[in-house]
């Protein structure tokens, strides 16, 4: 088996020069480098031995992502599949692998959680949209686990990647009724554990975990507030889960509870499965119903979906720069990253008939 020794022997350097080369030391310059890379490959050697490596360093090479449910349903909705990308474009660059691992929902002081993130089997981890409290957080906290939050928990004091979800709702919600709206549908990711489809009122809101949706959520108030529509008057519904499946469900209940001129969805995923309940119920988008999402995934521009745009793909980047700072000793805390909204064909005014009773026809002579 060829050794480190004799690429050493091969290169005409230390076995201590060819250790830096492999791990990318500052002390080797990019042209002795990639002279002892050549001499390995020509020799058939590989490189160091990872848990050998790993065991000197105590370093493993290997981020986690924690996603709340499991990594099927994760990679559903392509917010977490953008996001993905972004950790693995700076993971890529820092030869660092990265393993998805769900959030249990189980957990308590008598039953601890159980996760491979627990049992050192990575360096750091990348915390993605965890309910507001949630054990494994609270774990990973207690054992010093290096970790990066994006979205969610806020509450937990970790260093963090988030938008102003508030201020991205309201832009949302203050869309559709600068449009003329007053009967208006929402559909809501989910509020808390319970991942059961129903309707909900305003009420409701204040006890949410999920913190997205309680953000959006508020957001959509304080626009109806400024534009003097009661929230009483909004028909809220849970979709429970971010896919088209819980999306379909979501939409039947909506329009089988009130008759909305448009429907607001935190999510694109949402929005798009509206979209084909209301097409197959024989409505059209924008005349019948206005609809607009949150994200701006791929699929809004493809057909021209409104929505609120957010830089998914910039918040994996940023989370994992983040993380691999702290790992090496740096300090940086938090990014905050601005939405903005954008406007295509899926949104128009109300129209008229189905907003006001229909006007008396007019008796008058015409003016000569």
Request: net charge negative; aromatic share 2%.
């Amino acid at each position: 088996m060829v050794t480190m020794k004799d690429v050493a022997r091969a290169a005409g350097v230390s076995v201590a020069t060819v250790s830096y080369a492999f791990s990318k030391s500052s002390k080797v310059s990019a042209t002795q480098r990639e002279r002892i890379y050549s001499v390995a490959a020509e020799l058939g050697y590989a490189g160091p031995n990872i848990a050998g490596s790993s065991l000197r360093s105590g370093r493993i090479g290997a981020v986690g992502v924690i996603v709340p449910d499991s990594p099927v349903q994760a990679l559903e909705d392509p917010s977490v599949t953008l996001l993905m990308k972004g950790i693995a474009e700076i993971g890529n660059s820092a030869d660092i692998a990265l393993t998805l691992f769900p959030a249990s929902r189980g957990g308590s002081p008598d039953s601890p959680p159980n996760s491979l993130v627990l049992r050192g089997l990575v360096d750091g981890v990348v915390i993605h949209n965890v309910p507001d409290g949630h054990p494994l957080v609270e774990a990973i906290i207690a054992r010093g686990i290096p970790a990066v939050v994006v979205d969610s928990p806020r509450s937990a004091g970790l260093p963090f990647v988030a938008i102003d979800d508030r201020h991205g709702a309201y832009l949302q919600m203050d869309h559709i009724l600068s449009l003329g709206h007053r009967r208006i549908g929402i559909i809501v990711d989910k509020l808390g554990q319970d991942s059961d489809c129903r309707m909900v009122t305003a009420d409701d809101v204040g006890a949410a975990t999920e913190r997205n949706a309680r953000e959006r959520l508020a957001g959509y108030f304080a626009a109806a507030r400024d534009h003097h529509l009661p929230v009483e008057e909004l028909s809220i519904v849970v979709a429970g889960n971010i896919d088209r499946a819980a999306g379909d469900e979501a939409t039947r209940i909506l329009l089988d509870a009130a008759r909305p001129t448009a429907l607001v969805a935190t999510s694109d995923v949402h929005a798009v499965a509206a979209w084909q309940v209301l097409r197959e119920r024989g409505l059209t988008v924008p005349d019948d119903m206005s609809v607009i999402g949150f994200d701006d995934a791929p699929v809004a521009e493809l057909l021209g979906l409104s929505t609120i745009h957010q830089p998914i793909v910039e918040k994996g980047r940023a989370a994992a720069t983040i993380l691999l700072d702290r790992l090496g000793g740096g300090t940086r805390t938090r990014s905050l990253m601005k939405t903005s909204l954008v406007v295509r064909a899926s949104t128009a005014p109300p129209r008229e008939s189905s907003t006001a009773p229909p006007r008396e026809s007019s008796t008058a002579p015409p003016r000569e």
